[in-house]
T-cell receptor, first 115, second 115 residues
Framework: AQSVTQLGSHVSVSEGALVLLRCNYS??????LFWYVQYPNQGLQLLLK??????LVKGINGFEAEFKKSETSFHLTKPSAHMSDAAEYFC?????????????FGRGTSLIVHP | GAGVSQSPSNKVTEKGKDVELRCDPI?????LYWYRQSLGQGLEFLIY????????KSGLPSDRFSAERTGGSVSTLTIQRTQQEDSAVYLC?????????????FGAGTRLSVL
């Protein structure tokens, strides 16, 4: 069974400050990992995806995430927050083996950016 | 089409009525997912279609919920005898392959309000 935990339902940062959104997963084997972003009244769109090719994954809009197997973590970071980054962020895990093709999503973290 | 299309974007209904929600996936995508998004609860998997295979209905919360996918393309999610707890945003996603770790493309969702 797989699961995803996103620490903090809300994260508040000032514009220009570092963004850190936390995600920990539970899986019997290293899975595929994703970060999706959801802007108000829109569907989710992919920020980045981990596929085991590299532990540091770069995504769109200046975001990146680092896969740490020893910590079972896949935290999302951005060096400098912009007002347009305010959105809901979801971490998701998809099994790399076994019969299921269905990803599991975390509960989401709402990023608030203050001027 | 250019993306996943869902209709209607908003639906208000009275308790006890039936509702139908429609999803048009990206052309050529063989996999289609329905999720329910409630405030603070993340994405709850409902049902998964892949090609002509029998759908995975393991996430449907009750027998009031059903879904079909005609011709391997358009899908309809039906909720019978709606209850107030059915109020949520219903998201549809599609992906292009059956392999592990496929990227999902989401529609903007249908916001269902049951009065």
């Amino acid at each position: 069974a797989q699961s995803v935990t996103q620490l903090g339902s809300h994260v508040s940062v000032s514009e220009g400050a570092l963004v850190l959104l936390r995600c920990n997963y539970s899986s019997s084997v290293p899975p595929y990992l994703f970060w999706y972003v959801q802007y108000p009244n829109q569907g989710l769109q992919l920020l980045l995806k981990y596929t085991s090719a590299a532990t540091l994954v770069k995504g769109i809009n200046g975001f990146e995430a680092e896969f740490k197997k020893s910590e079972t973590s896949f935290h999302l970071t951005k060096p400098s927050a912009h007002m347009s980054d305010a959105a809901e962020y979801f971490c998701a895990v998809s099994p790399a083996s076994g019969g299921s093709y269905i990803p599991t999503f975390g509960r989401g973290t709402s990023l608030i950016v203050h001027p | 089409g250019a993306g996943v299309s869902q209709s209607p974007s908003n639906k208000v209904t009275e308790k006890g009525k039936d509702v139908e929600l429609r999803c048009d996936p990206i052309s050529g995508h063989t996999a289609l997912y329905w999720y329910r998004q409630s405030l603070g609860q993340g994405l709850e998997f409902l049902i998964y279609f892949q090609g002509n295979s029998a759908p995975d209905k393991s996430g449907l919360p009750s027998d009031r919920f059903s879904a079909e996918r005609t011709g391997g393309s358009v899908s309809t999610l039906t909720i019978q005898r709606t209850q107030q707890e059915d109020s949520a945003v219903y998201l549809c996603a599609s992906s292009s392959r059956t392999g592990k770790g496929d990227i999902q493309y989401f529609g903007a969702g249908t916001r269902l309000s049951v009065l």
